[in-house]
């Protein structure tokens, strides 16, 4: 086991990779100033076995001491045998930047679990708000300090100074193909582990302005299992504080040959029947300035594998559509106008952290069927290098002009994308019922 005491410093810096199963504690010495934590700044933090993380109890995401930090996409990757025996009280905090637009829905996933569930170790649920729990979504106030977010039960629309968000649009749907599916978590409500959920942005303070949220929770680590029934539609996501090879992920889940996931180093894990091997990603027009149903338009990008984790994949941005309520229980009729396409320039290779998706069963997935998530399906992959082929929705990547560099680099390394679809068969997806109650 390594110990890791600075001295005198705030920053534990990590130049490169650790090696080990981990344990970090606070200082012992109740009498030093000095605190104890790991801050990774932009590197792979690598631990072969599991982490052990003494925090400082009920205040450990709220404390420095025994926990560690993510930062400019540092990332934190576990050994493909590691179980998911993560313990501790202690955190790992890590960043994303959501979509800076009250009217817009992202898709999500948590990379961390809660923590204070007493005499629990490994992989747990987890809720939005801190003090159910002890994980959740924080407001980031500096390098390692974040405070508790807000949620209002009673404003549609989230704010972020201080931040807070609005419960209204917090859900998950967790099989099925119709509206009744999609199921209010608000702030309390617990997700299992790997489940994805809605949440919308919050007001744009600026033209290049983004919303960072703070992740805190023990890392979810290993195999991680979803349910999923044939032909019906699960919200899931990347469940890891990494990155995920989206290649692998879908071949290794839809009974494919994933024996080009492989250097030769490792023998990839057995593959199942679980899913159609397709990830679907909610798009929407940003410039929307309603939550009334009638004014959304949006559809479901498609990206397959193409049979070979080895292959940059295909991805066919989305067809956006315009639904309206014509019936009078509510469900939605599909038969609106067309609007365009979605953004043609995101990459969805590899799975940047908290991302969620839709997956689809397969035809031939026996009962009690699950997606299942893996440890060697993590990588080390950067938002911010077009070369790693991973972005995450966000208002600079939904709107071209605030990301040209980064949208112009990876059309160029990506001569085989594939233009507007529309025969995408987006509408056949599960539909956002979206009305404010008034």
Not at 224 to 242: A, M, R
Request: aromatic residues 12%; charged residues 20%.
């Amino acid at each position: 086991m390594k110990k890791f005491y600075p001295k005198s410093l705030l920053l534990f810096l990590l130049p490169f990779t650790a090696f080990a199963q981990l344990y970090v504690q606070p200082n012992p010495d109740a009498t030093s100033t000095d605190e104890v934590y790991i801050y990774n700044k932009g590197q792979i933090l690598f631990v072969e076995q599991d982490i052990n993380l003494k925090g400082d109890g009920i205040d450990g995401a709220l404390n420095n001491e025994g926990n560690i930090y993510l930062r400019d996409e540092g990332q934190l990757i576990q050994g493909r045998n590691s179980l998911d025996n993560n313990s501790g009280e202690g955190i790992v905090s890590v960043y994303q930047e959501g979509t800076a637009n009250e009217y817009d829905y992202h898709f999500w996933a948590s990379p961390v679990s809660d923590v204070f569930i007493s005499g629990t170790s490994g992989n747990q649920p987890f809720n939005l708000d801190y003090g159910i729990t002890g994980g959740g979504i924080f407001n980031v106030e500096n390098l390692i300090g974040s405070s508790t977010a807000k949620f209002s039960p009673d404003d549609y629309e989230g704010h972020s100074s201080p931040l807070q968000i609005a419960t209204y649009w917090l859900q998950k749907f967790t099989i099925g193909t119709e509206y009744a599916n999609w199921s209010p978590i608000g702030e309390t409500g617990l997700l299992e582990t790997g489940e994805g959920f809605t949440m919308k942005g919050v007001e744009k303070l600026t033209p290049d302005y983004e919303q960072r949220y703070d992740f805190r929770g023990r890392p979810n680590n290993g195999d991680i299992e979803v349910d999923v029934v044939k032909d019906q539609y699960t919200l899931v996501g990347n469940p890891y504080p990494s990155s995920m090879d989206l290649n692998f992920y879908l071949l290794s889940n839809s009974n494919q040959s994933v024996a080009s996931c492989t250097d030769g180093s490792f023998t990839p894990s057995a593959v199942r029947d679980a899913i159609t091997g397709i990830a679907y990603f909610w798009e929407s027009d940003p410039g929307v300035k309603s939550h009334y149903l009638r004014d959304y338009q949006g559809g479901y990008g498609t990206y397959s594998p193409s049979l070979s984790c080895s292959g940059s994949g295909t991805y066919a941005p989305a067809t956006f559509t315009m639904y309206d309520i014509n019936d009078v229980d509510g469900t939605i009729d599909p038969t609106g106008t067309t609007y365009g396409n979605g953004d043609g320039g995101l990459e969805r290779r590899n799975v940047p952290i908290a991302q969620g998706f839709f997956v689809v069963g397969s035809p031939t997935a026996p009962p009690g069927s699950k997606v299942i998530a893996r440890n060697e399906f993590r990588v080390f992959k950067k938002e911010s290098n077009p070369f790693d082929r991973s972005d995450f929705k966000s208002a600079k990547q939904v709107n071209d002009e605030l990301n040209t560099g980064k949208q112009a680099q990876a059309a160029l390394l990506s001569p085989e994308r594939i233009s507007y679809d529309t025969t995408t068969g987006d509408i056949l997806m599960p539909k956002f019922k979206i009305s404010t109650g008034i």
